[in-house]
């Protein structure tokens, strides 16, 4: 009788933690999602300016990474090609073409 009545105790035991744990779950849940619905949703124009500021960023960071470690092509001493062209100066230019039969 003594086992019986321990077994039976630690069941009781079981079902009311598992219960207390339900109901903290479920008020967890709703304010959870009464938060969810008292926040409003931002508008289009803010999604687009939070996504290019973002992009932004992120370049500007890959950008500066990159010429600290001198492999960006473009830094403040070079020219483009198409501002080399603008300014006038001459290139040499070559073209190699195969035939689609030989190839």
Known sequence: WTKLKLVHKKRGEEQRR???QQV???RFMFE???KLGSTN???SSEV????????QQRFRRYRQDT????????????VSRIQEAKLGKLVDFEMLAVRTDVA
């Open 41 to 43: 949703a931002r508008s």
């Open 32 to 34: 959870r999602l009464a």
């Open 18 to 20: 598992r219960a207390e």
């Open 24 to 26: 903290w779950a479920a």
């Open 67 to 78: 010429i600290y470690d001198k492999r960006y092509p473009l830094t403040a001493g070079m």
């Open 48 to 55: 687009r300016e939070s996504v290019i500021t973002s992009i």
